[in-house]
């Protein structure tokens, strides 16, 4: 079902306060900031080989990263899995008897198709499933 790791996201309090340490001191390549509306956000990406780093700054209380932010301060918030077609990955879990944030994909950055596992579902871990470029 999937294919590799797409990104980490990491949640901050402030982006530009973030940036310099993966930007300038890791050294990764910095693809630029997005709003994602929907989950109340800015996002940052970073390019690592195949991979990225999302980092993901709350743009209200009301964001869940807020939430997640408040609880246990900065951290890596989620792993982000990329499959081919995310409706047919998320059939497959449900028939699975996986538990699901998302039953249907919804819109996330740069264009994808993003939906969560439930944490309960994976061991505490915030699983995203995504699929590229959907139009
Ligand atoms: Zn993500």
Redesign the pocket.
């Known amino acids: 079902m999937t294919g590799k790791i797409?990104?980490?996201?990491i949640a901050v309090t402030n982006l530009e306060a973030a940036l310099p340490l993966y930007r300038d001191v890791l050294g990764m390549q910095f693809q630029g900031v997005e709003e994602v509306e929907d989950q109340k956000l800015r996002?940052a990406f970073l390019k690592v080989g195949e991979s990225k780093i999302?980092l993901?700054e709350p743009t209200s209380p009301e964001s869940p990263v807020s939430r997640f932010l408040e609880k246990g301060g900065e951290g890596i918030?989620?792993?982000?899995y990329r499959v081919e077609n995310l409706a047919e990955a998320l059939d497959e879990l449900k028939e699975k008897g996986i538990r699901l944030i998302d039953q249907t994909p919804r819109k996330?950055?740069h264009g994808t198709s993003?939906a969560f596992l439930h944490p309960r579902a994976t061991g505490g871990v915030l699983t995203?499933l995504?699929q590229a470029n959907v139009a």
């Open positions: 797409d990104h980490i996201g996002v999302e993901l918030h989620h792993i982000a996330g950055a993003i995203e995504c």
